[in-house]
């Protein structure tokens, strides 16, 4: 068993600290549905969110967290799904808000989907990576998770590492980690943008579109206010994502990161100098992993 899956087995016998608790549940007993409700299906441990002409469709986590690791696996819409964008991503409320992304942008058929990532801070995004995936995610399911703790940001797909994102707030680069996030779901309509820059439109002879998720986990710590900051982020067994297994990529996921970053990765906005007048985010010049 690789050392990430022995930590997630591993906590589960830790003593639990008084005011933390780990959720771990399916996604009827963690979300509800917020929209599309016509159309969309939560039952146990299976969702599934629908777009036609009339609406998408969406679901949230009925909690806040603050840390942890939120996974699920996808399976994407098949077909012609260009203008489509289903998402899966954390964030918290309000215009400075916080936010951390996998975001499933829709193709034409024959064409690969796009992987889009990004983080906000306090309300600023502006850190997008796309990747295309390595095989074809509309054909089966596969897991993504989002890994966030006081240290890094690491976004997996079927648990290979694509992107990391670190803590540099020590030296003035914001970083999530005083708001709860909720996990959010949904299918939407985004042809204005999602498919060559919008050029390519939904061909909405091919609704419904469907993206089905199951198996869905939040091994994470609730947000309770104030008081949840510090208590997410203690170093204490509880809180196994704090864990210094968890503060940098081992030798084989640094290899794994490498081989997905050397031969998937389409843009990454820290080599985009035009985009940015050649003053790139300052995050750009740190190690990230």
């Avoid at 998770?145 to 240290?151: K, L, Q």
Wanted: hydrophobic share 35%.
């Amino acid at each position: 068993m690789a050392t990430f899956e022995k930590l997630l087995v591993a906590f589960f016998i830790f003593a639990v600290a008084p005011g933390i608790v780990l959720v771990d549940a399916t996604f009827a007993d963690s979300t509800y549905l917020t929209w599309g409700f016509q159309h969309a299906s939560l039952q146990g441990d299976n969702l599934s969110l629908v777009l036609d002409q009339n609406s998408g469709s969406a679901a949230q986590t009925k909690i806040p967290y603050l840390f942890g690791s939120f996974e699920s696996r996808i399976k994407l819409v098949p077909g012609n799904s260009a203008g489509t964008v289903t998402a899966y991503y954390l964030s918290s409320t309000g215009n400075k808000h916080d936010e951390i992304d996998f975001e499933f942008l829709g193709n034409s058929s024959g064409q690969p989907y796009i992987i889009h990532t990004n983080v906000y801070t306090q309300g600023n995004g502006s850190r997008e990576q796309q990747f295309y995936p390595w095989f074809d995610p509309t054909a089966d399911f596969h897991n993504y998770t989002i890994h966030w703790n006081p240290t890094e940001i690491v976004w997996y797909v079927d648990s290979i590492p694509i992107r990391v994102f670190r803590n540099y707030q020590s030296v003035g680069i914001a970083y999530p980690n005083q708001q709860g996030m909720s996990l959010y779901t949904s299918l939407w309509d985004a042809d204005n943008w999602a498919t060559r820059g919008g050029l390519v439109k939904i061909n909405w002879s091919g609704a419904p579109f469907t993206a089905r998720f199951n198996q869905f986990k939040a091994r994470a710590c609730p947000f309770n206010g104030p008081s949840s900051i510090n208590q997410c982020a203690a170093n204490i067994p509880a809180n196994w994502w704090t864990s210094t297994v968890f503060k940098q990529l081992g030798y084989a996921a640094l290899g794994q990161l490498n081989w997905v970053r050397s031969n998937y990765l389409i843009y990454d906005y820290c080599k985009d100098t035009l985009r940015f007048n050649g003053q790139l985010p300052p995050e750009c010049y740190k190690q990230q992993y």
